[in-house]
């Protein structure tokens, strides 16, 4: 599974918004990644 998955699958029940901003940070996801795992429009 891949990080991507992963933030699809448990944000927002497990993950929370700064974890999935954490893994941008690191470069595990991409902006637009996050972005669309958060439900914003680009």
């Known amino acids: 599974m891949t990080v991507l998955e992963m933030a699809r ?6 993950w929370s918004r700064e974890r999935v901003e954490a893994l941008v940070q690191a470069g595990r996801l991409s902006q637009d990644e996050a972005r669309e795992v958060l439900g914003e429009k680009a």
């Open 9 to 14: 699958k448990y944000y927002p029940r497990l």
